[in-house]
């Protein structure tokens, strides 16, 4: 996993801690948009995935799979992040052909049935695929939803399992609901 160090672990921390004050002052009345906020979170969950073999020394591919809803957003939320010392690179893909290379891909497609097949088309690969509930239809292993007024997400530690991806427990700690590994 890439939280080796405890230095390393400290900024994680940090980094995600100030998109959890994102969502914190969308509750309390600064008012970011969902999108701002789901766009900084996409851009943190990386620091608390393990992939297998990712001693590389390549990117960390976060993928828009489908319709963009983030806008200038996410490549706000994307400059100048790093992931374990590699930098994460924003890529936007119209189909799942090719996602195979993507680390993170945000699936949305046009439809319920087309966001599903493209998460079909990503099963059991090392991609943490991640979904909102304003696209309806199937889940991907983070699910962003509304709750209580503040943006979260559900978290399938199973299915990451299965795709061989390590979900760290303080991004599982965060979930609104965790499905457990069996």
Known sequence: MALGRPSCRR????SLGAAAALCAAHSAGAQPSDMAVKAAFLSKFGSYVGWPGTAG???INLCLVGSDPFGRFIEDAVRGQQVGGRPLRLQRLASAEGA??????FVQGSSPVATGA???SLR???VLTVTDSRGGGQQGMVH??????RVRFHIDDAG????RLSISSRLLGLAVSVKQRR
């Not at 900024?11 to 940090?14: E, G, S």
């Not at 195979?100 to 891909?105: F, L, M, P, Q, R």
């Not at 962003?144 to 007024?149: A, C, L, N, P, S």
């Open 124 to 126: 059991g690969k090392p």
């Open 144 to 149: 962003f939803v509304i709750h209580q007024g």
């Open 57 to 59: 020394a390549g990117p």
């Open 160 to 163: 990451a399992a299965q795709s």
């Open 100 to 105: 195979g290379g993507c680390h993170i891909a």
């Open 11 to 14: 900024r994680a921390l940090r």
């Open 118 to 120: 493209m998460l079909q």
